[in-house]
């Protein structure tokens, strides 16, 4: 949500803040609930061989979030585990505010070890991480209905994370019925106000846990509840089978991810609301003044962001050299390496994991080289952290610091460590292409590249997530091999040497004009679509408003409270 909070991870934090931001501009009745993470994700320091460590990010709530007064509990191992919310207010273009509630258990009336469960985002183990859930699903939803949220419609689950809170709408409806035990009637009322997103296309990204520690952690009708609704999979319980179960309405975060999705999960109907980002908060100012200029309802309507096809190509030049700039003081000022302005300069800065092939580029040095010195000269621009226990993610990281050293004799490189919401948006905005190579079809989405064009930076990646949405071929940007999935991934770097020796960089630095058109085409043509407003106008309608058989058009629909 703001830079000062280090309550995020990477893509899907800045998703759920660009989310809000989107639905504060559209003045949407949404409130949302997530955990405080009082020790934030961490702090990255890089040696000179790419070693990443680790230090906490902690941080003072109370600084910067108004506290609620109100308390409400959860039962943990039997014990009662109390909970106060933060608030945090997210204020749109037009004055509309969205208030955001951080969850924390750090209250003196908790036992030493439950007071850190809102502690550490994607810490600990399966049980420390399964109390975080319980706090969020139940504690989450008793803290909107002791702060009189009591006419909320639909619940939108980001992930399996909240799937709890299924369970307790369905607990709370036969407490209301005195029906006794669960029915098909029941599960299908809480079908009808459950919306499920899942974000990630590979198993391992599914929080599951073992049946043992569920019974162990949670309340004994909690267990009865999930026997009842057949809510177990097989001797786990696995968070997105949950979800999927409770869910009338389920979603991928891409086109192809909606495919990939409906393989992995064949049993249940599932669309697909491709991904956006909130398009002012990533426009580098330059271009955020150029918009204004000759767009000025780019702002609180991202269509507008077509008309940028008619700004003079000079004037997008000019306005990119100055988000250059920027981000060539930040490499100075952090790194101590002066980049040349007029060099061709392409960025990769992604979360450092194995299947997104951050050393892509480093396959064949030498020919790397022989482009530099015979079609032009080159640098590289990288950021990006490991999870703090993924080796492979570590062993990324290193590979791409080889590969710079490798080739910098004739390739000046730099790899920014603490990447955040700071240095991402200067990134995006200030590099000459976005480079994005990941094994398909595992890229659920994907937004950086979303970000780049916003400021006129085309991409150069491989077709998956977004990009094989996006992508028109010379036009917004490049493409490194096809639709397929390759039996040998090493083949995308020949492609991708191909592409850069003999048409991205020839371009570049011989048809300036042509490139340039490129740069606008992937504002005109990318940045208006792929924009959190128009993801968020999709789910308003596709998602929020009209489910299930009886559901009428969407303008004759309400919109409902809904809780992402």
Known sequence: MD????????????????????????????????????????RQELDRNGNQS???????????????KERVSVRVEEREVWIRGWQYTIQGVTGATIPVYLLDTDLPENSE??????????????????????????GGFKLLQKLGHNTIQSYHMNEGHSALLALRLLEKRLDQSFAGRVKKLDIDGIRKMCIFTTHTPVPAGHDQFPRKLAEQVLAPEHVVCLDEAEAWHGDFLNMTYLALRFAGYVNGVAMRHGEVSRGMFPNYSISAITNGVHAVTWTSQPLRELFDRYIPGWRTDNNYLRYA?????EEIRQAHALARQNLFSLIQERNGVKLDPEVFTIGFARRASTYKRAGLLFNDRERLKRIAREVGPLQLVYAGKAH???????????????GEAAVADVIRSVYIENYDMRCGGLITSGVDVWLNTPLRPQEASGTSGMKAALNGVPSFSVLDGWWAEGH???????????????ENPDEDAGILYDKLEHEIMPMFYHQPVQYSEVMRSAIAFNGAFFNTQRMLQQYLANAYAARGPEATSPAAVPVPQTVP
């Open 309 to 313: 096809i008619s700004i003079p190509l």
């Open 472 to 486: 028109i071929e010379g036009v917004t940007g490049w493409s490194i091999g096809g639709n397929e999935v390759t």
């Open 388 to 402: 703090p226990r993924d080796g492979g993610g570590k062993d990324v990281i290193r590979s791409v610091f080889e």
């Open 3 to 42: 830079p000062n909070l280090p309550t995020y991870s990477g893509g899907l934090g800045i998703l759920a803040g660009d989310t809000l931001r989107s639905a504060a501009d559209l003045a949407a009745p949404l409130v949302a609930v997530t955990l405080v993470y009082r020790k934030g994700y961490f």
């Open 54 to 68: 680790e230090h906490p990010q902690p941080w003072q709530p109370q600084e910067t979030l108004r506290e609620l």
């Open 113 to 138: 070890w439950d007071r850190t469960i809102t502690d550490c985002l994607y810490g600990g183990d399966d049980h420390y991480r399964f109390c975080q859930e319980v706090v969020l699903g139940f």
